[in-house]
């Protein structure tokens, strides 16, 4: 060695976290206090991890919205449904609604994080931007219904 620094194992982590083209949030079981989150989480959000949320408050720090722009339930929040199940969860129905006023569709992983006797210690959530997809398919489903549209007043002005 040359005496330089070798990093930490932790410093390793964020530095790979931190690059992934996927959000990564992390917060402690059971209160959801916040422990990390990777740049890619605040590009989706809008906004980096925040102290200020735990369970039971997500939605409104953090804009989180169904697809209709209702607050997003807290109990279906991929924390909590992490924490009841025991196991990863996938919720796909979660648009996010910027601090900029813009929004994007996102679908995210849950995973709980269990000690060597099974105590949850931690969720971590995977963040994926699923806007292109959304609008995709709500495009072709419009296109479909003015399809469907166009064929039933032609079938009245064949009848006519």
Not at 25 to 48: C, D, K, L, S
Not at 55 to 69: D, H, K, L, N
Request: charged share 25%.
């Amino acid at each position: 060695m040359s005496g330089a620094e070798v990093p930490s194992d932790h410093d390793i982590i964020h530095a790979i976290a931190d690059d992934l083209p996927v959000g990564i949030w992390v917060a402690r079981a059971p209160t959801g206090e916040f422990v990390y989150a990777n740049h890619t989480f605040a590009e989706i959000m809008g906004q980096a991890g925040r102290d200020d949320a735990k369970v039971g408050s997500y939605s409104a720090p953090y804009g989180i919205c169904t697809r209709e722009g209702r607050p997003y339930p807290e109990e279906r929040m991929p924390f909590v449904r992490a924490l009841q199940e025991r196991r990863v969860v996938v919720v796909d129905d979660i648009t996010i609604h910027r601090p900029d006023a813009s929004f994007v569709h996102v679908r995210a992983f849950a995973r709980p994080v269990t000690s060597e006797v099974g105590v949850i210690t931690h969720v971590i959530i995977a963040f994926f931007d699923v806007t292109r997809e959304v609008e995709a398919e709500t495009a072709r489903a419009e296109s479909e219904r003015r399809l469907h549209s166009g064929q039933r007043l032609e079938a009245i002005g064949t009848l006519a």
